[in-house]
């Protein structure tokens, strides 16, 4: 094994074999389409992320690979054994549930040995292998309790602990940190990255919540209505959005719609009388035609004074100001009478801020800090 | 000062309707058997004192049952008879909760319902028509006879099998409604996790199922035994003059020989028998509360 590539991406060399693909798969429920035609290859040590809103298939495509739901059409492989007929039983794939369902009347470590004990593993090495997990989440001292003796972050780590036990080639997990209030999930966010890191466990994580998804995942699926919409890493799908829902679902976004013309950089008609704006063409072929400008808030800068040297700037009225205390979102009504966000790090005392309520302010971007989508 | 009247209620309750009764009776089954009436001695006099009337109590009665095995006999055959039923209660019932609570949600309610209907008729009546299946000229020996299944109507009416089927009749529901709620309110993916983790659909039963409605089982097999236990009536009615179950000893004791001491020492001896589960039931509900289950 060479730790030579610093940069782990697998997706990107051509020759990597899959250890799960999805082959056009499609999943109805009577006339409901969960899945739809879907085909997305996910690679050995990844930390693949299924992000999306609720009913829109990612929580299907997880039951169909540990083995609850069977494919209406198409195949999944893992590790190119087509999994169709094997019962969940049987699959190298263990999964933490999102109610955590663990055991009510088995111990810590029994819940943890409970898998352990339907594999052919002796007795001692049952032992051992329990030991060693219960290390692992940090949990030796709670080994004899029940699970309702235990604190919510404790059961979270118990399952986790449970469904690593087998060493399983695929761990899945649903919604695992939804129960945990927030100081506490961002905090098992990054034991979860340690974990997978230092088992090199190929993890496959299901979630609404994009900040949890952009911060464990080495990939992100965006899906909508049974389809992904983009696959890429968190970089990539907040940097470069294919299109509107994912730039929308990613963060705060401001999208400006608008007719473009132009070869090397892109010139963006809004309307009559309204300025023009510049954008470079990024990943876009140039063409001529509508499109949609996402540009993020924290690249927009908002001064008092026209601003010098930008290609972009617009003259507006401050409606609203959300302070959060770190950062501080100005919405501002630009000539179009469209509201843009602009967001800026608090550097200053608050009591300092020179921009108020009402205030005419210009705001301004750089050409290539937007992107441009067709979609 | 409220709340302390609210609590009082339920002890004053049972103070009058359970303690002072108790009391009464216990009272009588210390006492001697007397042509009198009442048929008993000594009886309370003013004059004489409280004092007076504890010296004359014994235990005669009580060495008298010891004495006489067919007390004893009538005791193990209700414990039998009550264990018996209990069992098939269960057997009979189990797969019901089960079936029951594995039922779409919106059929569930109905489901219940249908359990708890035969109590919309009286115990009494419910059991009097076992009587006309159960007898030799009876729907079912009709029906069997008329199939061919057999050439000779059976004799099941007055036997200890007729006194059955009518206990695991009538007590069936107190089996199937506490089986029921520990197997509803569980969460269908401890049964996934099973399965994820390597078991198969019937060693997950085995395994998580089974043990999780442990608590069902208990609650209800003590619904079922405990009272089947004392049970007068259906053994009266579907079992004939040979049944001797504790609760018909009771009965005859006291109608038939006018032995109020000895049918109250009975049901003394009975209610103690049966102190050991009901302690054990109880001890089960709150272990069940305090692990919030």
Same mark, same amino acid.
């Given at each position: 094994?060479?730790?030579?590539?610093?940069?782990?991406?697998?997706?990107? /060399?051509?020759?990597?074999?899959?250890?799960?693909?999805?082959?056009?798969?499609?999943?109805?429920?009577?006339?409901?389409?969960?899945?739809?035609?879907?085909? !997305?290859?996910?690679?050995?040590?990844?930390?693949?992320?299924?992000?999306?809103?609720?009913?829109?298939?990612?929580?299907?495509?997880?039951?169909?690979?540990?083995?609850?739901?069977?494919?209406?059409?198409? /195949?999944? $492989?893992?590790?190119?054994?087509?999994?169709?007929?094997?019962?969940?039983?049987?699959?190298?794939?263990?999964?933490?549930?999102?109610?955590?369902?663990?055991?009510?009347?088995?111990?810590?470590?029994?819940?943890?040995?409970?898998?352990?004990?339907?594999?052919?593993?002796?007795?001692?090495?049952? #032992?051992?292998?329990?030991?060693?997990?219960?290390?692992? !989440?940090?949990?030796?001292?709670?080994?004899?309790?029940?699970?309702?003796?235990?604190?919510?972050?404790?059961?979270?780590?118990?399952?986790?602990?449970?469904?690593?036990?087998?060493?399983?080639?695929?761990?899945?997990?649903?919604?695992?940190?939804?129960?945990?209030?927030?100081?506490?999930?961002?905090? *098992?966010?990054?034991?979860?990255?340690?974990?997978?890191?230092?088992?090199? #466990?190929?993890?496959?994580?299901?979630?609404?919540?994009?900040?949890?998804a952009m911060t464990v995942a080495s990939r992100i699926a965006v899906m909508d209505k049974g389809k992904i919409i983009?696959?890429? #890493?968190?970089?990539?799908?907040?940097?470069?959005?294919?299109?509107?829902?994912?730039?929308?679902?990613?963060?705060?976004?401001?999208?400006? /719609?608008?007719?473009?013309?132009?070869?090397?950089?892109? *010139?963006? #008609?809004?309307?009559?009388?309204?300025?023009?704006?510049?954008?470079? @063409?990024?990943?876009?072929?140039?063409?001529?035609?509508?499109?949609?400008?996402?540009?993020?808030? /924290?690249?927009?800068?908002?001064?008092?004074?026209?601003?010098?040297?930008?290609?972009?700037?617009?003259?507006?009225?401050?409606?609203?100001?959300?302070?959060?205390?770190?950062?501080?979102?100005?919405?501002?009504?630009?000539?179009?009478?469209?509201?843009?966000?602009?967001?800026?790090?608090?550097? $200053?005392?608050?009591?300092?801020?020179?921009?108020?309520?009402?205030?005419?302010?210009?705001?301004? @971007?750089?050409?290539?800090?937007?992107?441009?989508?067709?979609? | 000062?409220? =709340? =302390?009247?609210?609590?009082?209620?339920?002890?004053?309750?049972?103070?009058?309707?359970?303690?002072?009764?108790?009391?009464?009776?216990?009272?009588?089954?210390?006492? &001697?058997?007397?042509?009198?009436?009442?048929?008993?001695?000594?009886?309370?006099?003013?004059?004489?004192?409280?004092?007076?009337?504890?010296?004359?109590?014994?235990?005669?009665?009580?060495?008298?049952?010891?004495?006489?095995?067919?007390?004893?006999?009538?005791?193990?055959?209700?414990?039998?008879?009550?264990?018996?039923?209990?069992?098939?209660?269960?057997?009979?019932?189990?797969?019901?909760?089960?079936?029951?609570? =594995?039922?779409?949600?919106?059929?569930?309610?109905?489901?219940?319902?249908?359990?708890?209907?035969?109590?919309?008729?009286?115990?009494?009546? =419910?059991?009097?028509?076992?009587?006309?299946?159960?007898?030799?000229?009876?729907?079912?020996?009709?029906?069997?006879?008329?199939?061919?299944?057999?050439?000779?109507?059976?004799?099941?009416?007055?036997?200890?099998?007729?006194?059955?089927?009518?206990?695991?009749?009538?007590?069936?529901?107190?089996?199937?409604?506490?089986?029921?709620?520990?197997?509803?309110?569980?969460?269908?993916?401890?049964?996934?996790?099973?399965?994820?983790?390597?078991?198969?659909?019937?060693?997950?039963?085995?395994?998580?199922?089974?043990?999780?409605?442990?608590?069902?089982?208990?609650?209800?097999?003590?619904?079922?035994?405990?009272?089947?236990?004392?049970?007068?009536?259906?053994?009266?009615?579907?079992?004939?003059?040979?049944?001797?179950?504790?609760?018909?000893?009771?009965?005859?004791?006291?109608?038939?020989?006018?032995?109020?001491?000895?049918?109250?020492?009975?049901?003394?001896?009975?209610?103690?028998?049966?102190?050991?589960?009901?302690?054990?039931?109880?001890?089960?509900?709150?272990? &069940?509360?305090?692990?919030?289950?």
């Open positions: 094994m060479s730790q030579t590539s610093a940069v782990f991406a697998p997706w990107a /060399e051509a020759d990597a074999k899959p250890l799960i693909s999805f082959d056009r798969v499609t999943k109805s429920f009577g006339g409901f389409i969960a899945v739809d035609d879907l085909s !997305v290859d996910i690679y050995e040590r990844e930390f693949f992320a299924l992000l999306g809103p609720s009913g829109c298939g990612k929580t299907t495509m997880m039951r169909m690979l540990a083995g609850f739901e069977t494919p209406t059409e198409g /195949e999944i $492989r893992l590790g190119g054994e087509v999994l169709r007929d094997q019962p969940p039983n049987a699959r190298p794939v263990n999964m933490m549930f999102q109610s955590y369902a663990l055991f009510p009347h088995l111990s810590v470590a029994d819940n943890i040995a409970f898998g352990l004990k339907r594999s052919q593993m002796s007795k001692p090495d049952i #032992t051992a292998r329990t030991e060693q997990m219960l290390e692992l !989440v940090q949990l030796k001292d709670f080994a004899k309790r029940k699970p309702h003796q235990l604190s919510g972050g404790q059961r979270q780590r118990v399952a986790l602990a449970r469904s690593l036990a087998k060493s399983p080639k695929l761990l899945l997990l649903d919604e695992p940190l939804g129960a945990l209030d927030k100081k506490l999930r961002q905090q *098992t966010q990054f034991e979860l990255m340690n974990i997978q890191e230092s088992l090199g #466990t190929t993890f496959m994580i299901v979630t609404h919540d994009q900040e949890e983009q696959v890429a #890493t968190p970089g990539e799908i907040y940097e470069y959005p294919i299109n509107r829902y994912v730039a929308d679902f990613i963060g705060d976004v401001n999208v400006i /719609e608008a007719h473009a013309t132009g070869t090397d950089t892109a *010139t963006l #008609t809004r309307g009559e009388g309204l300025k023009p704006l510049e954008a470079s @063409w990024g990943r876009l072929t140039a063409g001529d035609g509508k499109l949609w400008l996402a540009l993020r808030p /924290e690249k927009v800068q908002v001064s008092v004074d026209a601003p010098q040297g930008t290609s972009n700037a617009l003259q507006g009225k401050v409606i609203d100001i959300a302070y959060s205390g770190n950062l501080t979102t100005y919405h501002v009504e630009i000539d179009s009478g469209q509201i843009v966000m602009a967001q800026e790090v608090n550097r $200053r005392h608050l009591a300092d801020r020179s921009i108020t309520w009402e205030d005419p302010v210009w705001l301004s @971007w750089d050409k290539g800090a937007g992107v441009l989508m067709r979609g | 000062m409220g =709340r =302390r009247v609210l609590i009082a209620i339920p002890f004053l309750w049972l103070l009058i309707l359970f303690l002072i009764p108790f009391l009464i009776v216990f009272k009588i089954s210390l006492s &001697d058997y007397a042509l009198a009436r009442p048929p008993y001695l000594p009886q309370y006099n003013p004059d004489e004192g409280l004092w007076a009337l504890i010296s004359q109590l014994d235990f005669e009665t009580y060495a008298f049952i010891f004495s006489d095995s067919l007390y004893i006999n009538a005791y193990l055959s209700s414990l039998q008879i009550a264990a018996i039923c209990t069992l098939a209660c269960l057997a009979l019932g189990y797969p019901m909760a089960y079936a029951m609570a =594995r039922a779409p949600k919106r059929w569930q309610p109905l489901l219940v319902m249908l359990v708890i209907l035969p109590f919309w008729t009286s115990f009494l009546i =419910r059991v009097y028509a076992w009587i006309g299946i159960l007898k030799t000229e009876g729907l079912l020996n009709v029906f069997l006879l008329w199939t061919g299944a057999i050439a000779e109507p059976l004799a099941i009416y007055n036997t200890n099998i007729a006194v059955c089927i009518g206990i695991i009749y009538t007590y069936l529901p107190f089996m199937i409604l506490p089986l029921y709620a520990t197997l509803e309110r569980m969460d269908d993916s401890l049964l996934e996790a099973a399965e994820d983790l390597g078991c198969s659909r019937l060693s997950a039963f085995w395994s998580i199922t089974l043990p999780l409605s442990l608590p069902g089982i208990i609650a209800g097999s003590f619904l079922v035994f405990i009272p089947a236990v004392g049970e007068f009536v259906i053994p009266d009615l579907l079992g004939g003059s040979s049944n001797l179950m504790i609760g018909k000893t009771l009965w005859v004791e006291f109608f038939n020989n006018r032995d109020w001491t000895v049918a109250s020492a009975v049901a003394m001896l009975m209610l103690a028998g049966l102190i050991i589960p009901i302690v054990l039931f109880q001890r089960q509900q709150e272990r &069940d509360r305090e692990a919030g289950r």
